[in-house]
């Protein structure tokens, strides 16, 4: 008849429209099984495209998904992730999942009024390619925001925050904290004497030393001004931070790095040490750069090449010669 006529051609021209969509479409009965799909929801998933034919259940689709590795970072209870994912078919949803080669894939899920299940796939691997080199390229910038150019160190701007942060967990923990503020003896000279890239050089080794006398993550190694650096020690004691500068010490001692313009022949540093818990680091963390700049002042006037530290109550003590 002509109604059956026009209905065959319909059926047709919508099978012909969905061949040639870019799209992948499949339709899911109430019950989960295939109803129709075409070539591009096949090829939309190389490793289990043969399993995705009329007939098939959601849950048989999904085990051989799980079978061929197509999608990593599946659970290790692969039976409830399919139950639950099975279960999951027939709502309104829009997924973005990677496959095995690192391709992505959007599967947009629609639900029609008699409970069968619409799924569009598209290829989207461009545009998440672009999406996270833009978010790599947005955290390099930020890392750069936060770094110190010459020595890779954290810059002033991200020690700032970090202080803040820090000062306030350890005044949470009621645990010590403790500060060290370092300035490289005689760097004008240095720089007058041997020039700038010789004294870019020499910040570069100084900043090394530091970072290789800290062993924590937490602990963090910041270029504070020119030849100023600063190094905070959450969780530590006075005691512990007086071994850290020592370790420094140490260290750029054994660099032995000549300063001709040096009252001890080689490039030193001078450190003053402050030290605080609960009620400071509380109502004031500020109090603990103050005492160790003021502790580093005091170690400049003495001699230079030594370690001063204060106590935010203002005592004066364990002063020793650093090198």
């Known amino acids: 008849t002509a109604l059956e006529r026009e209905l065959r051609?319909?059926?047709?021209?919508?099978?012909?429209a969905m061949a040639g969509m870019s799209d992948g479409i499949a339709m899911y009965d109430s019950k989960g099984f295939i109803l129709f799909c075409n070539d591009q929801y096949r090829n939309a998933f190389p490793l289990s495209?043969?399993?995705?034919v009329v007939g098939a259940h959601i849950s048989d689709i999904l085990r051989r998904v799980v079978e061929t590795g197509e999608r990593p970072g599946i659970p290790?209870?692969?039976?409830?992730?399919?139950?639950?994912?099975?279960?999951?078919?027939?709502?309104?949803?829009d997924e973005e999942v990677q496959l095995h080669n690192g391709d992505w894939r959007s599967i947009r899920t629609r639900l029609a009024e008699d409970g069968t299940a619409m799924a569009v796939v598209s290829d989207i691997t461009a545009t998440k390619q672009a999406e996270i080199a833009l978010r790599l390229s947005a955290e390099q910038l930020k890392s750069l925001a936060e770094t110190d150019g010459l020595t890779g160190m954290v810059n002033r701007?991200?020690?700032d925050e970090a202080f803040a942060r820090e000062t306030a967990g350890s005044a949470r923990r009621n645990t010590p904290f403790s500060l060290l503020m370092v300035d490289i003896?005689?760097?004008k000279a240095y720089n007058d004497t041997y020039g700038h890239p010789a004294g870019d050089q020499c910040l570069r080794v100084v900043s090394k030393c530091l970072r290789q006398s800290v062993s924590r993550p937490a602990d963090?190694?910041?270029?504070y001004g020119g030849e100023e650096f600063v190094v905070f020690l959450p969780d530590t004691s006075a005691k512990g931070a007086m071994i850290v500068a020592e370790q420094f010490a140490r260290r750029l001692a054994q660099e032995n790095i000549a300063h001709s313009g040096s009252e001890f022949a080689r490039v030193t540093a001078s450190i003053g040490i402050s030290c605080a818990t609960g009620a400071v680091l509380r109502t004031n963390p500020n109090r603990l750069l103050t005492e160790a700049d003021a502790a580093l002042y005091d170690a400049k006037t003495q001699g230079r090449n030594r370690i001063l530290a204060h106590s935010p109550n203002g005592e004066r003590h364990a002063m020793k010669e650093a090198g």
């Open 9 to 16: 051609e319909s059926k047709n021209l919508l099978s012909h």
């Open 49 to 52: 495209g043969e399993a995705r």
């Open 76 to 93: 290790d209870d692969v039976d409830g992730w399919i139950k639950a994912a099975t279960a999951s078919l027939h709502s309104n949803k």
């Open 157 to 159: 701007r991200a020690f």
């Open 185 to 187: 003896d005689r760097f």
């Open 220 to 223: 963090i190694v910041a270029r």
